[in-house]
């Protein structure tokens, strides 16, 4: 995974993560795959949240894309 690819991943995460933290929720990057898919472990409340799906694709990737344009898509893996 690219350093400068993955800090700025990071950084964009980071922009979502009170939101999440305030419903008991927090994620992790797990990979970025050569198809510029962001990978991510869901934690706390966000693992069995029915609207997590929604906060994925509507809040986290739209975050993650906005400041890191390369990235096609971000989604959850299972643990």
């Known amino acids: ?46 693992k069995n949240c029915n609207m997590s799906e929604m906060t994925l694709k509507a809040g986290v990737e739209e975050a993650v894309k906005r400041q890191v344009p390369q990235i096609t898509a971000v989604e959850a893996i299972a643990h």
């Open 1 to 46: 995974m690219d350093k400068e690819l993955k800090e700025k991943v990071e950084n964009a995460l980071e922009s979502m993560r009170p939101f999440l933290a305030a419903d008991g929720g927090d994620m992790e990057l797990v990979n970025i795959t050569d198809e510029m898919v962001v990978q991510l472990r869901l934690l706390g409340s966000c």
